[in-house]
């Protein structure tokens, strides 16, 4: 049986470049054991998403648990 227990939680992120809106309340909880793929379009905040949970930048609003 796998461990349920959040070992990343992202809640509520959101951000922006200037008037550029790249990602708008995006959720996202990863668990022990868990895989999980990042897939979308060209220009769809794929980049931006993973650079916000490895803390490369900063999100505009949200908060990122680890």
């Known amino acids: 049986?796998?461990?349920?227990?959040?070992?990343?939680?992202?809640?509520?992120?959101?951000?922006?470049?200037g008037p550029t809106r790249a990602l708008i309340d995006?959720?996202?909880?990863?668990?022990?054991?868990?895989v999980h793929g990042l897939i979308g379009e060209n220009g769809s905040g794929k980049s931006t998403f993973i650079r916000l949970l490895?803390?490369?930048?900063?999100?505009?609003?949200g908060k990122i648990y680890v």
């Not at 995006?26 to 868990?34: A, H, N, Q, S, T």
């Not at 490895?54 to 609003?61: A, G, L, V």
């Open 26 to 34: 995006v959720d996202f909880l990863l668990c022990r054991g868990e």
């Open 1 to 17: 049986m796998m461990d349920r227990q959040p070992i990343l939680r992202a809640a509520g992120i959101n951000k922006n470049f």
């Open 54 to 61: 490895t803390r490369e930048i900063k999100p505009t609003s």
